[in-house]
Nanobody
Framework: QVQLVESGGGLVQAGGSLRLSCSASGRTFSSYSMGWFRQAPGKEREFVAAINWSGGMKYYGDSAKGRFTISRDNAKNTVYLEMNSLKPEDTAVYYC????????????????WGQGTQVTVSS
């Protein structure tokens, strides 16, 4: 099983960009598809993006399409989320998670999870 640690969050102005990283420990990282979710205060955890084990296939939630890009580097045991044209409504804690169920949008199909990284977008 992998252990995940997110980084790269912070405070950014609307229209700006951030790149989140999720580093995994364990030798089985490349066996997993990986995903990013986010959760704003008082809201449910929302699917953002996912990528298959090789990085050759990806899919996105509606809020991320056209602005966010997920990628991975299996040699570095890391998955990334490049976020552009950020909006105040993107403010949330962003989590990465592993899954053996590529294609799912449900957080119940993902795990283990990282501890999350805060992204705050100011207007």
């Amino acid at each position: 099983q992998v252990q995940l640690v997110e980084s790269g969050g912070g405070l950014v102005q609307a229209g700006g960009s951030l790149r989140l990283s999720c580093s995994a420990s364990g030798r089985t990282f490349s066996s997993y598809s990986m995903g990013w979710f986010r959760q704003a205060p008082g809201k449910e955890r929302e699917f953002v993006a996912a990528i298959n084990w090789s990085g050759g296939m990806k899919y996105y939630g509606d809020s991320a399409k056209g602005r966010f890009t997920i990628s991975r580097d299996n040699a570095k045991n890391t998955v990334y989320l490049e976020m552009n044209s950020l909006k105040p409504e993107d403010t949330a804690v962003y989590y990465c998670a592993a899954t053996m169920r590529y294609g799912s949008y449900s957080y119940s199909d993902f795990g283990p999870w990282g501890q999350g990284t805060q992204v705050t977008v100011s207007s």
